[in-house]
């Protein structure tokens, strides 16, 4: 029996649809294994700070105190930052699958 060219663009989106959930799962899954791996940084980073604010109440030099300060500000900032920056990726990623879902449904509303 022969496929109408219909039915051959609906399997091959159903192909393509299936790919992309793998590949998506696939992502998914290692992106959960960097949020762990960025909280763990998250409370190494935090420990740090606290550690480099310990240690700059014994120091009499301004200029140390002002860097280590710094140190700490700057590093605390692109952990911060780092934080957020997941956060957005993975709300971008849960939106494109939204859209991409839709599509689908759109595409076999046609047929």
């Given at each position: 029996m022969t496929m109408l060219p219909h039915m051959i663009s609906i399997q091959l989106t159903l192909t393509l649809f299936n790919l992309n959930h793998i590949i998506n799962i696939a992502i998914c899954s290692?992106?959960?294994?960097?949020?762990?791996?960025?909280?763990?940084?998250?409370?190494?980073?935090?420990?740090?700070?606290?550690?480099?604010?310990?240690?700059?109440?014994?120091?009499t030099d301004v200029s140390a105190n002002f860097l280590m300060k710094l140190t700490v500000l700057l590093l605390s900032a692109a952990v911060y930052l780092l934080f957020i920056f997941v956060i957005l990726f993975t709300i971008a990623?849960?939106?494109?699958?939204?859209?991409?879902?839709?599509?689908?449904?759109?595409l076999f509303d046609y047929y």
């Open positions: 290692r992106r959960i294994d960097f949020y762990a791996v960025q909280t763990e940084k998250l409370a190494y980073f935090y420990n740090m700070k606290k550690i480099f604010l310990w240690c700059t109440t014994y120091y990623c849960t939106m494109r699958q939204w859209i991409i879902a839709e599509d689908a449904i759109y």
